[in-house]
């Protein structure tokens, strides 16, 4: 485990803490009561630290191959905290950004080590410039839960592992204590939603510094431990239910995910599309969020005209580039207080009703007069997207090293021009991300289903019965029940050592992962496809598809096609060229 926090563990982190925000996304949306019941919290922070991820990779891309040219840690720090301070959404995302910055200012202050003081400090750092950019800090909140874990930081005497852990751990005890701090969430019976995400954020970063992420040559690396999950189980996250995705695709029982994804219920005791701050009070009708241009000495008297326009007021960054949020009754006050300071662009105003009424819609009402309706589908590979697009499909081509944002997911359907879309993911970890993008899609009246197929043979066998004439619904289900139907398998060539299901493989083996497990470990493509094919129809089948990788030979599939016959003669097997960079075989079983 590292000694130190370096850039690649600051890249770790990142990623740790994109995909520990995607699994609680919807989880910190419906605890969101204060200081607006919106139910956006968990996309807002998601996205936050989607745009810090997308403004770190490029540094690793641009290095790899060269260890010379690898970015330092001050260098990591700053794209990550200018991303995050760019793509910062709601008041908690704003706050997010603002602690970022103030660990990175605390690192280059200290020479740019990264050793277990300058985490100290970088987590000092971090609480008190959060306390600094809010107008009127309020306790119980993210603000809190981050100074907790500077105190526990502070009093750590051990290294760097047991800094980072402690500051976790202090994290979870703050969050739990902030009903006790804030009356609303005392009366809606959940804790604070920015804190939560906080919290995830802070266990991502004690795995990252403890080597604590998936092991091997197959282990994603968006991925993340569920222990650190497991440790939140003791902490009462709120006293409703929360609408969750299902884990697999199957039947009518995933058109709730599908419908769902991104959708946060109702917070008990708290009526939707109230103007109030928790549960009964008042509160403005805007919240006004923009980027802004200004020298440091505009900020008082930008901060001060806020002030007085409304409240939840959070002003970050520095030299000259500024994240404002506000929520105002007079949006167009707020923005003019920008014109004066310096010159503010990507403004975003929404409107709390709106908001609110989009958060609490459940997606089962056919809306008036929906034109056309479209199916996107995320694929990888020349043929596959060809034979999407024959289907009627939308394609959006992934990039094998790095999966699409929720901004692209979200391009691409505006593109389609349909008021109704269908999503095909064909990769379990987009679901996060589809979340994300189908909130901001159905706040734009778009109704959108997220189909979480697992591969693209799922997906292809959800546009084989897709018929646009059907009402929405029924479409839904009916593809829903076509993926459920049809199991997938694929091979893959391991990088490295690994521990796996079927035990441990080298370099080179060729796997064999039937439903997403490794089944099969071999070290020839075709003995290994034989095998798999063959565990894979001992369970029945009719039809069998078989989509080739990018160079692999057709006599690949010539000899398991083969093998089917001689053993199962009443399959019928159907081959394409898919040009899939990562797998050299796809498998489907109908």
């Given amino acids: ?66 260890a010379a040219a690898a970015p330092d840690l001050a260098t990591a720090m700053r794209a990550m905290a200018r991303g995050a301070l760019l793509g910062a959404r709601g008041n908690s995302g704003v706050i997010l950004a603002q602690l970022l910055r103030g660990m990175t200012e605390a690192l280059a202050d200290g020479g740019g080590a990264g ?10 750092r971090a609480a008190d410039a959060g306390y600094e950019a809010v107008a009127r800090p309020v306790e119980g909140t993210l603000l809190t839960v981050a100074a907790a874990a500077a105190h526990a930081a502070q009093d750590c005497p051990g290294g760097l592992v047991e800094v980072a852990e402690a500051a976790y751990q202090a994290s979870r005890h703050a969050l739990a204590r902030t009903p006790q701090q804030l009356d609303v969430l005392a009366r809606a019976g959940v804790v604070d939603a920015g804190g939560r995400g906080l919290v995830a954020v802070l266990g991502a970063l004690a795995d990252a510094v403890a080597d604590h992420t998936p092991m091997g040559p197959l282990a994603l690396e968006s991925g993340r431990p569920r222990h650190r999950e497991a440790l939140l189980d003791a902490i009462p996250l709120q006293a409703t239910q929360t609408i969750g995705a299902t884990e697999a695709v199957g039947a009518t029982e995933a058109v709730g995910a599908a419908e769902a ?116 589908s995320v694929v990888h590979g020349a043929g596959i997207a060809r034979l999407c697009t024959g289907a009627g499909a939308t394609v959006l081509r992934a990039d094998p090293d790095r999966p699409p944002s929720s901004a692209e997911l979200a391009a691409t359907v505006r593109l389609t021009g349909a008021r109704e879309v269908v999503l095909l993911l ?38 084989a019965v897709h018929e646009a004439g059907r009402r929405f619904d029924e479409d839904v289900v009916s593809m829903t029940s076509a993926a459920g139907a049809t199991r997938y398998a694929e091979l893959a060539v391991a990088e490295g050592e690994s521990w796996t299901m079927a035990g441990v493989c080298q370099a080179g083996d060729v796997l064999g992962l039937i439903d997403g497990d490794v089944a099969v470990i071999g070290g020839d493509l075709g003995d290994t496809g034989a095998v798999v094919l063959d565990r894979m129809l001992a369970g029945g089948g009719e039809l069998l598809t078989l989509i080739l990788g990018e160079g692999v030979p057709q006599r690949l599939a010539d ?5 089917v016959r001689r053993s199962r003669p009443e399959v019928d097997t159907v081959v394409y060229d898919g040009g899939q960079e990562a797998a050299p075989l796809l498998i489907g079983l109908e």
């Avoid at 996309?43 to 745009?51: D, I, P, R, S």
């Avoid at 000899?559 to 093998?563: G, K, P």
């Fill in 426 to 463: 064909n990769d379990p970890e987009l679901r996060a991300v589809a979340g994300a993008a189908a909130d901001q899609l159905r706040g734009e009246g778009i109704r959108v289903a997220v189909i979480p197929t697992r591969s693209p043979v799922q997906g292809l066998a959800a546009l």
């Fill in 1 to 66: 485990m590292p000694d130190t926090l370096d850039a690649p563990a600051v890249r770790t982190w990142c990623r740790l803490a994109l995909a520990a925000l995607g699994q609680a996304r919807e989880e910190i949306d419906a605890l969101n009561v204060y200081p607006v019941p919106d139910g956006d919290t968990g996309t807002n922070l998601y996205l936050t630290v989607e745009a810090a991820a997308a403004a770190l990779d490029p540094l690793f891309e641009l290095s790899d191959g060269a």
């Fill in 559 to 563: 000899r398991l096609v083969a093998h």
């Fill in 261 to 376: 994804v991104g959708a946060a219920p109702a917070v008990r005791g708290c009526t939707a599309g109230a103007h109030h701050a928790g549960c009964g009070g008042s509160h403005p009708a805007f919240e006004v969020i923009y980027l802004l241009d200004a020298p440091d000495s505009a900020l008082p008297a930008l901060r001060a005209r806020l002030a007085e326009l409304g409240d939840s007021l959070v002003v970050v960054g520095g030299d000259g580039l500024w994240n404002v949020h506000v929520h105002v009754d007079d949006a167009g006050a707020a923005v003019e207080a920008g014109v004066q300071a310096g010159r503010p662009y990507r403004i975003r105003i929404t409107h709390f009703g709106d908001a609110a009424r989009t958060g609490a819609a459940t997606g089962t009402a056919e809306p008036p007069e929906q034109p056309g309706r479209a199916v996107v």
């Fill in 115 to 124: 050793d277990s003081a300058a985490l100290r400090r970088a987590l000092r």
